[in-house]
């Protein structure tokens, strides 16, 4: 069983965190600890700020694809999406790390062939963005559409 899969089943592993320890962060726990959201939106490409976090497979994809695994991670998407609710005033209208968590995320569910509720996700937090503060998101948005392949 690989490391994600096993983080995944919340089976012990080499990892930094337990799921169900970052199931319980805190708001400033999830904002200022930065090695937790690679296990949590795994890649298939290394990550420049964490070269210790997962990649993710073939078989990650197909193990975490189904159930209950798929169950998991939608609960990841969606502590993730309350944390981003919550603390709209710290990455709106700046450039902030979150950007790239919220690419990460999106990229993340496309990788596991969940792009619908990439898109979904993507418009929730679109939707998120006062009008007034659109102009000077319009990068990042970019990116996270991007991510999953729209424009």
Same mark, same amino acid.
């Given at each position: 069983?690989?490391?994600?899969?096993?983080? /995944?089943?919340?089976? !012990?592993?080499?990892?930094? /965190?337990?799921?169900? #320890?970052? #199931? $319980?962060?805190?708001?400033?726990?999830?904002? $200022?600890?930065? @090695? /937790?959201?690679?296990?949590?939106?795994?890649?298939?490409?290394?990550?420049? /700020?964490?070269? @210790?976090?997962?990649?993710?497979?073939?078989? @990650?994809? !197909?193990?975490? $694809?189904?159930?209950?695994?798929? !169950?998991?991670?939608?609960?990841?998407?969606?502590?993730?999406?309350?944390?981003? $609710?919550?603390?709209?005033?710290?990455?709106?209208?700046?450039?902030?790390?979150?950007?790239? #968590?919220?690419? #990460?995320?999106?990229?993340?569910?496309?990788?596991?062939?969940?792009?619908?509720?990439?898109?979904?996700?993507?418009?929730?937090?679109?939707?998120?963005?006062?009008?007034?503060?659109?102009?000077?998101?319009?990068?990042?948005?970019?990116?996270?559409?991007?991510?999953?392949?729209?424009?």
């Amino acid at each position: 069983m690989n490391n994600i899969v096993k983080f /995944y089943s919340n089976k !012990s592993g080499n990892f930094p /965190y337990m799921l169900s #320890r970052i #199931r $319980s962060f805190s708001l400033e726990e999830m904002e $200022s600890i930065h @090695d /937790y959201i690679q296990w949590l939106f795994p890649l298939t490409e290394p990550s420049l /700020y964490n070269p @210790d976090a997962p990649l993710l497979t073939s078989e @990650d994809i !197909s193990a975490l $694809s189904k159930l209950p695994l798929i !169950s998991e991670v939608f609960l990841s998407v969606k502590q993730f999406m309350s944390f981003l $609710s919550e603390t709209k005033h710290i990455w709106i209208n700046t450039t902030d790390h979150n950007h790239l #968590r919220v690419t #990460r995320m999106l990229h993340c569910l496309v990788l596991l062939n969940q792009t619908n509720e990439a898109k979904i996700k993507l418009d929730m937090i679109i939707n998120m963005i006062p009008e007034e503060y659109l102009p000077q998101m319009k990068i990042p948005i970019s990116f996270w559409e991007d991510a999953v392949a729209i424009k």
